[in-house]
């Protein structure tokens, strides 16, 4: 039985929550493929909670959430030719770290980092928020640890010897009793994130996993609130599930706001980009006059838009050029420097970093489509 029909069976007989589901079932898609996946479709289901107020200034009295910028003790992974199956190649891209110290991270974060500290607990797992930061466009990063019953091994490595090691939080496999299957992310009020967990080699022991978690708003609703959480199965139909309270985040990054001169729109903060491109039937963007937002925000056009006539223009590489000159490739067709990346419901693309950006020293940016068109973002 596979894992999709695992949890599908498990669902026919419980209650579970439908997001939780879709998690899930997201989660186990992903095991074959630990890539970014852009353009999911995801049902919302709004979900009542107790709401609690948490998170205090955050102090940087260590270097546990500055590691959360850097390589996190991964090398640095070249473009690898990989064997499609079918006589061909095809190649996973490379990724490439950037460090960042404490006293980066305190200068460019300010104080928008706080401190969690909010834990849930089921079946002998435990999994604590520690600190976060996110930005006004729902772009975040989270610290985590986590135990578990048989140790942190289980949870560390590459789905395929063949596949690289970007260092992806890797779930249990085996065919019987408990397993983890799923961390979660959820808006209280209807938020839905993409989200992906990394390990942090320099920090993890036998007994703890530290990790990291990058995400992501899917949708155009700010969350009130976030709740965490994590999923797993015992045996072949018996779903378990916990969540943390809720989460009340009192600070957002700033970001900074870029055009192209033509009412597009980016956001640049710390942890990611968030912008707005003719992407067309790709992803329900706008393709005429009639049906253009007028709205100045990072998902809609400026009111002295014009129309949009290249419907399906999706990009194929995003580059930051910083005042120093130097590039910083976010996503390219063998290059990927982020570790999520998906289009919103409304029509915009978000990329979330895989290093720390001072948006101060961003100069613009580059947004290449499939059919030659190239977007420039400036200030």
């Not at 260092?167 to 408990?178: C, H, I, P, S, V």
Request: glycine share 10%.
């Amino acid at each position: 039985m596979t894992d999709h029909e695992l949890f599908s069976q498990a669902f026919d007989s419980l209650t579970a929550s439908e997001d939780t589901y879709e998690e899930v079932l997201m989660k186990i898609e992903r095991q074959d493929q630990p890539r970014h996946s852009l353009g999911w479709r995801v049902t919302v289901a709004t979900l009542a909670s107790t709401l609690v107020f948490g998170g205090t200034a955050f102090a940087f009295t260590n270097g546990l959430f500055a590691s959360a910028f850097g390589s996190k003790g991964h090398e640095n992974i070249p473009a690898t030719a990989l064997d499609d199956g079918k006589g061909g190649s095809i190649t996973a891209p490379a990724m490439q770290f950037a460090e960042a110290s404490e006293e980066d991270v305190a200068r460019i974060l300010g104080d928008a980092p706080q401190h969690v500290d909010f834990s849930c607990e089921v079946k002998g797992y435990t999994l604590t928020i520690d600190d976060l930061v996110m930005d006004e466009q729902g772009v975040g990063v989270a610290t985590f640890t986590l135990t578990a019953p048989g140790g942190t091994d289980q949870f560390i490595g590459t789905y395929d010897d063949g596949y690289p090691d970007y260092g992806y939080l890797r779930y249990e496999t085996g065919e019987a009793g408990k397993q983890l299957r799923s961390l979660s992310l959820r808006g209280i009020n209807g938020g839905i994130y993409d989200h992906y967990e990394v390990v942090d080699l320099t920090q993890t022991t036998d007994e703890v996993l530290h990790g990291v978690m990058y995400f992501g708003a899917m949708n155009d609703v700010d969350s009130e609130g976030l709740v965490f959480g994590l999923a797993g199965v015992d045996g072949d139909s018996d779903l378990w599930e916990a969540e943390t309270d809720v989460f009340v985040p009192k600070a957002r990054v700033d970001s900074v706001k870029l055009t192209d001169g033509q009412g597009h729109i980016a956001f640049v903060s710390p942890v990611g980009i968030t912008y707005a491109a003719p992407f067309g039937e790709a992803c329900g963007w706008p393709t005429d006059s009639d049906s253009t937002p007028t709205s100045d925000d990072a998902y809609a056009y400026e009111e002295q838009d014009p129309q949009v006539e290249s419907a399906g223009w999706v990009p194929n590489n995003t580059t930051i050029q910083l005042a120093s000159g130097d590039p910083y490739v976010v996503e390219s067709e063998d290059v990927f420097n982020s570790y999520c990346s998906y289009y919103t419901t409304n029509g915009a693309m978000t990329l979330v970093f895989n290093r720390l950006l001072d948006p101060e020293l961003v100069a613009s940016v580059t947004v290449d489509g499939p059919d030659g068109t190239t977007l420039t973002f400036s200030r």
